[in-house]
């Protein structure tokens, strides 16, 4: 799908220099209190631009070491090996020897995965960045560390860029009940809704779709399919905005709300953890920075060792998360060690059990986790994408 599909306000603000293309040298590794992380060792890749292997392909199945225990806290990244081979790493916390999931042949900043709601499975998705390339997705075993291509040609956009007027995959993430789905756009540019009798409709397989007077950024229809046995299968569409902040996009669709969460290199959009600070938190943290852009407001995240604040700034339509952050400590704020961010850099924060990950979108593309009750910094990582919590598993 081409990036200007992902064009919103706030990304183009915030998101210039965070959603380049990842440096062709691999990121230094992970660094924890015990000392930085050895580094996962570099799986060999094979069968061209687009190849995709597990680690240890070129080895025996039964020469590869153990899966990491599936019960341990983790962090899942995507870490550059050249500008368009990316892998999927495990990183565990508070530390320990990074694993690599599984490699394929596309660019980190352009991808997208999401897990199983058993955690067991994994999916990637590609988009191609202009004419000339294609969608490119991946089943993945997750324990076995293996993947395998998924058949994407029979989507609309599936074949290619997805050009302008054209459909295009926007994403293929698993539903709730483990199914795949892929989430297909075709938005109206040049062409536009016919009308009549006072409605305003697009017309797609014999039928109508009708249009909201007034809807926000450009109309279009937003397309549900699910990979069954013998294909994919179209099961749900509806005409909806795009290209707007405020525009719904492929939201309307009852299948992309059932989708679990999906974890790209681009800024999250509307994502703001927690609830509006306290009004005496806001009097402390108002004295202790002044001159805040009054359009913004203070935010509390509740964590198991206590409340962490952060100021929300406008971008665009939306508040986003961004610095000062600090713990409320007996009263007092407190700096989070070692905190790699800037007044306007967007953050996003993710909690699991006593962990606080912090990924900054900014030039640096930082990832970094914090012990909640001991407030201690357990990682901070350079150049890598899609920062998320590697899921529990039975």
Known sequence: MPLSRWSLALTAALCLAGCKREEAATPAPAVADSGPAPAAAKPALSGGTHAATGVGSDTPAAA???APRAASSAVSLLKAVDPEKCEWVRQPLPSGE???AFSFGAACDRSMVSFSPDGKEGLVFSWPSGEGEVPLAWRVDLAKRTGAPLEIQGLPGGSGAGGQDKPSIEQIGFDTQGRV???VTDIFVERTPQKKKGETFITFEGKNYPVSEGAEGLP?????YRLEEGGWKRFETKASGFESDLAAG???LEATKALVPTFKASVPVDRMPGAEASES???MLDAAFP???EGGQWMTLTTPGGKLHYRGVIGGEYLYPSAPVRWEQDGKLEELEGLSAKPDDFLSFQLQEDWLLVANFADQRMTQAWDTRTKKRVLSLEGASAPAFWPKTP
């Open 64 to 66: 590869l070491p153990p």
């Open 98 to 100: 990074a694993v690599v």
């Open 181 to 183: 789905v892929a989430i």
């Open 220 to 224: 279009g229809l937003a397309h549900a």
């Open 250 to 252: 492929s939201a309307v």
């Open 281 to 283: 938190a806001v009097k």
């Open 291 to 293: 001159g805040q852009d």
